[in-house]
């Protein structure tokens, strides 16, 4: 059985993942999400579903070998799916939920905020 540090660096492992409780499962799918950087990937894919490395790059303005780490991320925690084609590399999402589930996180964050505005409003006014 491999440790929780080994599972976490290698993201989801089919043989083991099937033994723990899902809340464990569903923790270790956020750590793939779990920086800006994944998240504005994942955004862009949503957008462009089959982009090539040397596009993203340009679409995120990052440097090859730090977005390099990040798209091993998404593609350990198989958010993302990768395909050689000649000598380019083009990715898209795994699965369409995973721009639904960006989505409906903007929308989450929009109530989040309008509530803490409110809050904030009530409070001057008192």
Do not use: C, W
């Amino acid at each position: 059985m491999k440790s929780q540090t080994q599972r976490d660096r290698d993201g989801i492992d089919p043989y083991t993942e099937t033994q723990r409780p899902l809340y464990e499962v569903k923790a270790n799918l956020f750590k793939g999400l779990a920086h800006p950087v994944r998240v504005r990937v994942l955004e862009v894919l949503s957008a462009h579903p089959d982009i090539s490395v040397a596009e993203l790059l340009v679409d995120t303005g990052m440097e090859p070998s730090h977005l390099s780490q990040h798209l091993a991320v998404l593609r350990r925690h198989n958010l993302v799916v990768a395909e050689r084609r000649g000598s380019q590399v083009f990715y898209r999402l795994a699965y369409p939920q995973v721009a639904d589930l960006l989505v409906v996180s903007r929308s989450l964050l929009i109530e989040i905020l309008h509530t803490t505005q409110q809050q904030l409003q009530s409070t001057v006014t008192s």
